[in-house]
């Protein structure tokens, strides 16, 4: 009588507890035991500087210049360089939610655009020396004004007429696509290059011969 009501309940105990006995999933990997959580730290905000949106860049002729030059300790100086901020246009057009025609721009953003040329030039006809200018921008709907200033190292937004040392009139060509950021970038070879402008759907292409 004893050994049956032990054996009652034990049966009892097994159904109270659902009468199951618990199995992995051969799929499912079993972590060791001393394994940590992998776990990203935070990106903290760069406390010296605010990042800026329209960042820094610099273009040289001839092509490559400085890629070239690290490759060979026999090269010729560079004949110009263009340095420059890229705005871009984060859901506008260019005109006129940007840029307004007869308006003088930057080429840019932030500081006033720089060209430094290394060697004389010569411009559309125009002599110009080497050494350092600002360039910007006067926007019409079918051709650029671009003027060569001496007030060097100033900020952009605020153009000196007084400076101005050279104007040029370059046409522009429209594209069949959208260029986010704003491009100027040196095409050409030997001594013949063209400083390329490019932003949305229009192009302008200034020749510089050396």
């Avoid at 005109?95 to 025609?101: D, I, R």
Wanted: charged share 20%.
């Amino acid at each position: 009588m004893k050994t049956l009501s032990v054996c009652f309940l034990f049966s009892f105990f097994l159904f109270a507890c659902g009468g199951k006995t618990e199995t992995k999933t051969p799929d499912q990997p079993v972590k060791p035991f001393d394994s940590l959580a992998v776990i990203k730290a935070p990106v903290a905000d760069n406390p010296y500087v605010t990042m800026d949106i329209s960042p820094m860049d610099m273009s040289y002729f001839p092509v490559n210049y400085m890629k070239t030059k690290m490759a060979s300790l026999t090269m010729d100086p560079p004949l110009a360089r263009v340095i420059y901020s890229r705005p871009h246009l984060q859901g506008r057009h260019i005109f006129h939610e940007v840029l307004k025609y007869g308006q003088p721009w930057r080429l840019g953003a932030n500081e006033a655009t720089e060209l430094q040329l290394f060697s004389d030039a010569t411009i559309q006809g125009k002599k110009v020396k080497a050494g350092r200018y600002i360039l910007y921008c006067i926007p019409q709907e079918n051709e650029w004004t671009l003027v060569l200033n001496g007030y060097i190292d100033s900020w952009g937004l605020k153009q000196e007429p007084s400076k101005d040392i050279a104007r040029f009139t370059i046409p522009i060509t429209k594209t069949n696509t959208s260029l986010e950021y704003f491009t100027m970038v040196f095409l050409g070879k030997d001594k013949q290059a063209e400083l390329l402008m490019a932003w949305d759907n229009v192009e302008a292409k200034l020749p510089i011969s050396f």
